[in-house]
């Protein structure tokens, strides 16, 4: 510990999330020494291990603030940095938890092997392996070059085994702590768990996840749009508040530059599908845009419950509400500005409406289940056409008895109904209703059909071999796809340092998909939808393009850790057999609200992408209020947190701040023409200064904005 703190305090310009690695430290030490002298010592110390040893290994991981995959480090820079402190006590943890469980093999073996044979955890490690980390895009091609290949092979098991490592010292730390606790402790919880009505826990789930939210929305995020899809989509949502569909094109549209932005027959407009936006378009209206989605994550929670308490039973729906309000994927996609959890919460409304038309035939649910899935198709629609699918197949599966065909006609007609309002808005924006705006634009400014379904090799070829390592779309491709969005999902799901899958994983152990094949189909319809387009979402909010698994993963993550429970209550020696498997679960979750949640706002999200909040508290700062204000500095970063800020329509008579890019003389003769009478400022963005932004002129004249040299 103290050449681990000489290390550290050797680099004085550490990263915050390291310091509040130092923090967890300390925390873990501090609770250690509370406990000391009282019956809790011991399970104070395995804890407090845990947590040291869980900011440690997110210590050993390369994410960050840039559009990159989820790797760790490289050797070089886990052995020559300070990370090495980290790795050492990632060993250092494995050894002690080794050490400590030397007595409880002889208790587990029988436990594994009476649901597990050796073909079948051979099979779970398999699965383990694969999700364990993200496959190099250089190990694919260095396999279709024919060369390097084996290097590459090395490098990635060596990087496998120490996920592994962490993985299993995770998994003993915490049975660790588990067995620690004194007897009838988790009982007393148990007995609390058993007298709240179960509605209360999904109600609570909703609170904490509406709050959490919003605070990582402004405190992580700084209240900005981070990828580009946020800023077109609030762009749209803006003029669509204000009662249009597009806006005229201004006096010099690429001084309003925005990535997703097309210019066409008098047209500017966003190309994103407008259902998001139409939805954020309301938050506007209401002046808090911000809430749509931290309240979109609370609806998500209670309809959650809603769901499985219908499918299984009121505990397995509790269950399923908390783990979901403690999911970092969770809590940041709901603090985002991206349309998942509008798509989430839409499908969950489609599946309560189908699975009350099944069951009871009522009209106004099926109506319920088309305007939802139909509205699903606004806002992602490979998602509707991929859920929906796998719906329809389990509501025929209910038999001609309950099949109840004026229900199905009433949501087929209403989803067909759905679909007009879709080809009408591409008609209006295109002029084609078969061509949506978004494949229009890469049609436009890529080539034609770059961004089409299906497989060949003149699809998706866009050069970002980071993130995507094969010329277009083919088997290969899906392979590497899935394992980058299984990686992201096992990591990020739950943020358990022992991996958030492992109880899925042993449910296809202990009972197989027949019993849970609703479930298993709803991920299966999922990846087979997305597995037709060619990129894999990137690293943005983790596996976003898999969002919609996070339902399903969370109910089969309580099935397993159910049947679990079940076979752990045989053994003698259990005495807490009851409870154990959920104390498990909720130990794995509040190390990673401790730990992930903050590294991940700290480490990623935190003026992710270059982007930051501090353009707004200039505008705050100078009292910019009806201004024009020429921003300098890089299109995607600088000018793009700017341009979010712009007002909803930008006529000469637009309130507020006007934000545009200085382009040179030309332009800013164009600019200054169209919006008169505004006083001018000049700012330069942080690619430009290498610090914040900063006023470099103003308040100008139009005549001394004129006669301003070339940015």
């Given at each position: 510990?103290?050449?681990?703190?000489?290390?550290?305090?050797?680099?004085?310009?550490?990263?915050?999330?390291?310091?509040?690695?130092?923090?967890?430290?300390?925390?873990?030490?501090?609770?250690?020494?509370?406990?000391?002298?009282?019956?809790?010592?011991?399970?104070?110390?395995?804890?407090?291990?845990a947590?040291?040893?869980?900011?440690?290994?997110?210590?050993?991981?390369a994410?960050?603030?840039?559009?990159?995959?989820?790797?760790?480090?490289?050797?070089?820079k886990?052995?020559?940095t300070?990370?090495?402190?980290f790795?050492?006590?990632?060993?250092?943890?494995?050894?002690?938890?080794?050490?400590?469980?030397?007595?409880l093999?002889?208790?587990?073996?029988?436990?594994?092997?009476?649901?597990?044979?050796?073909?079948?955890?051979?099979?779970?490690?398999?699965?383990?392996?694969?999700?364990?980390?993200?496959?190099?895009?250089?190990?694919?091609?260095?396999?279709?070059?024919g060369?390097?290949?084996?290097?590459?092979?090395?490098r990635?098991?060596?990087?496998?085994?120490?996920?592994?490592?962490?993985?299993?010292a995770?998994?003993?730390?915490?049975?660790?702590?588990?067995?620690?606790?004194?007897?009838?402790?988790?009982?007393?919880?148990?007995n609390?768990?058993?007298?709240?009505?179960?509605?209360?826990?999904?109600?609570?789930?909703?609170?904490?996840?509406?709050?959490?939210?919003?605070?990582?929305?402004?405190?992580?995020?700084?209240?900005?749009?981070?990828?580009?899809?946020?800023?077109?989509?609030?762009?749209?949502?803006?003029?669509?508040?204000?009662?249009?569909?597009?806006?005229?094109?201004?006096?010099?549209?690429?001084?309003?530059?925005?990535?997703?932005?097309?210019?066409?027959?008098?047209?500017?407009?966003?190309?994103?599908?407008?259902?998001?936006?139409?939805?954020?378009a309301?938050?506007?209206?209401?002046?808090?845009?911000?809430?749509?989605?931290?309240?979109?994550?609370?609806?998500?929670?209670?309809?959650?419950?809603?769901?499985?308490?219908?499918?299984?039973?009121?505990?397995?729906?509790?269950?399923?509400?908390?783990?979901?309000?403690?999911?970092?994927?969770?809590l940041?996609?709901?603090?985002?500005?991206?349309?998942?959890?509008?798509?989430?919460?839409?499908?969950?409304?489609?599946?309560?409406?189908?699975?009350?038309?099944?069951?009871?035939?009522?009209?106004?649910?099926?109506?319920?289940?088309?305007?939802?899935?139909g509205?699903?198709?606004?806002?992602?629609?490979?998602?509707a056409?991929?859920?929906?699918?796998?719906?329809?197949?389990?509501?025929?599966?209910?038999?001609?008895?309950?099949?109840?065909?004026?229900?199905?006609?009433?949501?087929?007609?209403?989803?067909?109904?759905?679909?007009?309002?879709?080809?009408?808005?591409?008609?209006?924006?295109?002029?084609?209703?078969?061509?949506?705006?978004?494949?229009?634009?890469?049609?436009?400014?890529?080539?034609?059909?770059a961004?089409?379904?299906?497989?060949?090799?003149?699809?998706?070829?866009?050069?970002?071999?980071?993130?995507?390592?094969?010329?277009?779309?083919?088997?290969?491709?899906?392979?590497?796809?899935?394992?980058?969005?299984?990686?992201?999902?096992?990591?990020?799901?739950?943020?358990?340092?022992?991996?958030?899958?492992?109880?899925?994983?042993?449910?296809?152990?202990?009972?197989?998909?027949?019993?849970?094949?609703?479930?298993?189909?709803?991920?299966l319809?999922?990846?087979?939808?997305?597995?037709?387009y060619?990129?894999?979402?990137?690293?943005?909010?983790?596996?976003?393009?898999?969002?919609?698994?996070?339902?399903?993963?969370?109910?089969?993550?309580?099935?397993?850790?159910?049947?679990?429970?079940?076979?752990?209550?045989?053994?003698?020696?259990?005495?807490?057999?009851?409870?154990?498997?959920?104390?498990?679960?909720?130990?794995?979750?509040?190390?990673?609200?401790?730990?992930?949640?903050?590294?991940?706002?700290?480490?990623?999200?935190?003026?992710?992408?270059?982007?930051s909040?501090?353009?707004?508290?200039?505008?705050?700062?100078?009292?910019?209020?009806?201004?024009?204000?020429?921003?300098?500095?890089?299109?995607?970063?600088?000018?793009?947190?700017?341009?979010?800020?712009?007002?909803?329509?930008?006529g000469?008579?637009?309130?507020?701040?006007?934000?545009?890019?200085?382009?040179?003389?030309?332009?800013?003769?164009?600019?200054?023409?169209?919006?008169?009478?505004?006083?001018?400022?000049?700012?330069?963005?942080?690619?430009?200064?290498?610090?914040?932004?900063?006023?470099?002129?103003?308040?100008?004249?139009?005549?001394?904005?004129?006669?301003?040299?070339?940015?």
């Amino acid at each position: 510990m103290q050449a681990s703190s000489l290390l550290l305090l050797s680099y004085p310009r550490l990263p915050a999330s390291v310091w509040w690695t130092v923090g967890v430290f300390l925390v873990a030490g501090g609770l250690w020494l509370a406990l000391a002298r009282t019956r809790w010592a011991k399970a104070a110390g395995w804890f407090g291990l845990a947590l040291a040893g869980h900011a440690s290994s997110l210590q050993l991981i390369a994410a960050g603030p840039f559009v990159a995959l989820q790797f760790f480090h490289d050797w070089g820079k886990l052995i020559g940095t300070y990370r090495v402190a980290f790795l050492v006590a990632v060993f250092l943890q494995a050894l002690v938890v080794t050490w400590g469980a030397r007595h409880l093999w002889f208790r587990i073996r029988p436990v594994l092997f009476r649901f597990a044979s050796w073909p079948g955890m051979l099979f779970f490690l398999i699965l383990l392996g694969y999700s364990a980390i993200t496959i190099p895009p250089e190990f694919m091609q260095a396999l279709v070059a024919g060369s390097g290949f084996a290097v590459w092979v090395i490098r990635h098991l060596a990087k496998v085994a120490l996920a592994f490592l962490i993985y299993g010292a995770a998994a003993v730390n915490l049975i660790l702590v588990v067995a620690a606790v004194p007897e009838g402790a988790w009982q007393t919880c148990r007995n609390a768990w058993e007298k709240l009505p179960p509605r209360r826990f999904a109600q609570l789930a909703a609170l904490w996840v509406m709050v959490i939210a919003s605070l990582l929305h402004w405190v992580a995020l700084d209240g900005m749009p981070h990828i580009p899809d946020e800023v077109a989509y609030i762009f749209q949502a803006k003029y669509i508040s204000a009662g249009n569909l597009y806006l005229p094109v201004p006096p010099d549209a690429e001084a309003f530059y925005c990535r997703f932005c097309m210019v066409e027959d008098g047209k500017w407009y966003s190309a994103m599908l407008g259902g998001w936006p139409f939805a954020l378009a309301l938050g506007y209206r209401a002046g808090v845009p911000w809430l749509v989605n931290p309240l979109l994550g609370a609806i998500g929670i209670l309809l959650s419950y809603l769901l499985v308490k219908r499918l299984y039973d009121e505990r397995v729906a509790a269950a399923t509400a908390l783990l979901l309000g403690a999911s970092p994927w969770f809590l940041f996609m709901s603090a985002s500005l991206m349309p998942h959890p509008l798509s989430l919460v839409l499908t969950l409304v489609g599946l309560l409406g189908v699975e009350r038309a099944r069951a009871v035939g009522h009209l106004s649910w099926a109506l319920a289940a088309g305007l939802a899935f139909g509205a699903l198709l606004h806002v992602r629609p490979l998602e509707a056409v991929g859920l929906a699918a796998v719906t329809g197949l389990w509501w025929v599966g209910a038999g001609w008895q309950r099949l109840r065909l004026a229900a199905m006609a009433c949501t087929s007609a209403t989803g067909v109904a759905m679909t007009s309002l879709f080809l009408a808005y591409n008609k209006v924006l295109t002029g084609d209703p078969m061509l949506a705006p978004v494949n229009k634009f890469f049609d436009t400014t890529v080539y034609a059909g770059a961004n089409r379904l299906g497989f060949g090799p003149d699809v998706g070829n866009f050069g970002w071999v980071g993130l995507d390592a094969l010329p277009g779309h083919g088997p290969l491709d899906v392979f590497m796809n899935t394992n980058q969005n299984l990686h992201m999902v096992n990591f990020e799901l739950f943020g358990w340092a022992c991996g958030s899958l492992v109880f899925v994983f042993l449910l296809l152990l202990l009972r197989g998909v027949r019993r849970d094949a609703f479930m298993f189909g709803l991920l299966l319809g999922t990846w087979a939808a997305m597995s037709l387009y060619w990129f894999s979402g990137g690293p943005d909010f983790g596996a976003r393009y898999w969002y919609q698994m996070i339902l399903p993963l969370t109910v089969l993550t309580v099935l397993g850790a159910r049947g679990l429970q079940e076979i752990v209550a045989r053994e003698e020696w259990a005495y807490q057999s009851a409870s154990v498997v959920w104390a498990f679960l909720f130990l794995a979750s509040i190390s990673a609200l401790l730990n992930v949640v903050p590294w991940r706002g700290l480490d990623k999200y935190k003026n992710y992408r270059r982007i930051s909040g501090d353009i707004r508290v200039l505008e705050r700062k100078y009292n910019l209020g009806r201004s024009l204000v020429l921003v300098r500095g890089d299109k995607n970063s600088d000018y793009a947190a700017a341009f979010a800020l712009n007002p909803p329509t930008l006529g000469p008579d637009a309130e507020g701040t006007v934000y545009a890019r200085d382009l040179g003389p030309e332009s800013r003769a164009r600019l200054l023409s169209f919006f008169r009478g505004r006083p001018v400022w000049v700012v330069e963005g942080p690619s430009v200064t290498k610090e914040g932004y900063r006023v470099i002129a103003g308040p100008l004249s139009p005549d001394q904005a004129e006669s301003l040299g070339p940015p």
